[in-house]
């Protein structure tokens, strides 16, 4: 009899103790759509092409047209890898790799120049169910950077490999290396004597220099992808030149995790774009994840908040592209554009390149 009553006692005790989670679990999933139950099957892909003061009547239809082409191009060959039931990892990886292909965009073949007439790039990419992440900076020899970051994230006990180090770990990947000469592009290099001629007259410190148009604009471009795939798991990535003139072997945020690139399949996966040193003051990405995850708002309340509110106010300039685990996506910037795609499950396309 007296075990009978401890016995009872005892499930009565459990039966208690469990009533306050289970009430406050349906609480949550009822208030934030962060937290409800995650869509089936569904999948999703956003990438960008950089932000700046992009004008409608500073742009060619031809150059419009051209941008436009290649952006669908790079996206469509991520939602194709998703559609068919591949990662979010290998959808940012080869969605990345057209745009690093392209001379259009500050990454990859299309980089901006150093001071020193150089080109050094910078990428990183994460994997939101592992937050497993892998990153390069300073690499002037690898065709493709997102590819080594990725190399980096997967058979390197590092996360994030420079320079002349980071090209002897290229190799024993067996990625493909190029000669220098590769990333010269007639319009970068002139970009560069623009900015030294400015800078000239001037005598520019950083700080004038960023706020000059013609230095300012003149640093972004970069590229970028969030995709979430069919079991759910979300990544990102971002490759990058940089900014033009830089110095001293200056490194931004697209190789930072958590400032460039983040992904949670908690939250959400972003990839950033703009004027670096704030995205690394901010830790942008990593920022908006938080702010999911702290105060369980949407995806759209906290990309608004982070881009609109909190890096404006630190005087930053740029915007991200991000994905949550529902296929929910925010494209958010303060500048004049951005360049951009989505494609969601249904294989429904959006292209922009200016403010709506
Ligand atoms: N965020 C990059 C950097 O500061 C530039 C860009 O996004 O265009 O290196």
């Not at 001379?103 to 497993?132: C, H, Q, R, Y």
């Not at 190789?255 to 983040?262: F, L, Q, V």
């Not at 690394?280 to 702290?294: K, L, W």
């Not at 105060?295 to 991200?320: D, F, H, P, R, W």
Request: aromatic content about 6%.
């Amino acid at each position: 009899m007296k075990r009978a009553l401890i016995f009872f006692s005892f499930v009565l005790f459990l039966a208690c103790k469990e009533q306050p989670k289970e009430a406050a679990e349906t609480s949550v999933s009822k208030n934030e759509n962060t937290r409800t139950e995650q869509v089936e099957n569904t999948f999703g892909i956003v990438i960008h092409g950089g932000a700046g003061t992009i004008l409608k009547k500073n742009m060619t239809p031809e150059k419009e047209a051209e941008y436009k082409a290649k952006l669908e191009e790079a996206i469509r060959v991520g939602h194709t890898i998703l559609k068919n039931g591949g990662t979010s990892l290998e959808a940012v990886e080869k969605t990345i790799n057209i745009l690093e292909d392209s001379p259009l965009f500050n990454a990859g073949k299309g980089a901006v120049f150093t001071s020193e007439g150089s080109n050094e790039l910078d990428a990183s990419i994460m994997d939101g169910s592992t937050l497993n992440a892998g990153a390069v900076a300073g690499v002037k020899t690898v065709k493709n950077p997102i590819n080594l970051a990725k190399e980096v994230m997967l058979n390197s006990p590092h996360v994030l490999l420079s320079g002349s180090g980071a090209e002897q770990f290229a190799k024993t990947q067996h990625l493909e290396l190029v000669d220098p000469s590769y990333f010269f592009t007639e319009n970068r290099m002139k970009a560069l004597e623009r900015v030294k001629e400015k800078e000239k007259n001037k005598e520019a410190n950083q700080t004038t220099a960023f706020y000059d148009p013609v230095i300012r604009n003149a640093k972004f471009g970069t590229v970028g992808c969030a995709a979430l795939d069919k079991n759910g798991n979300l990544a990102a990535g971002t490759s990058t030149g940089g900014m033009t003139n830089k110095k001293w072997n200056r490194i931004g945020d697209s190789p930072i995790i958590g400032a460039g690139t983040y992904a949670n399949n908690a939250t959400c996966a972003v990839s950033s774009t703009g004027w670096g040193e704030y995205f690394i003051r901010g830790m942008v990405a990593h920022d908006i994840s938080a702010m999911m995850e702290y105060k369980g708002i949407s995806l759209k309340e906290a990309t608004s908040e982070v881009i609109q509110k909190k890096l404006t106010a630190l005087g930053g300039t740029g915007g991200i592209v991000a994905i949550d685990r529902n296929g929910n996506v925010s494209m958010e910037f303060n500048t004049e554009g951005m360049y951009r795609a989505t494609m969601n499950a249904d294989g429904q396309l959006t292209i922009g390149i200016y403010k709506e």
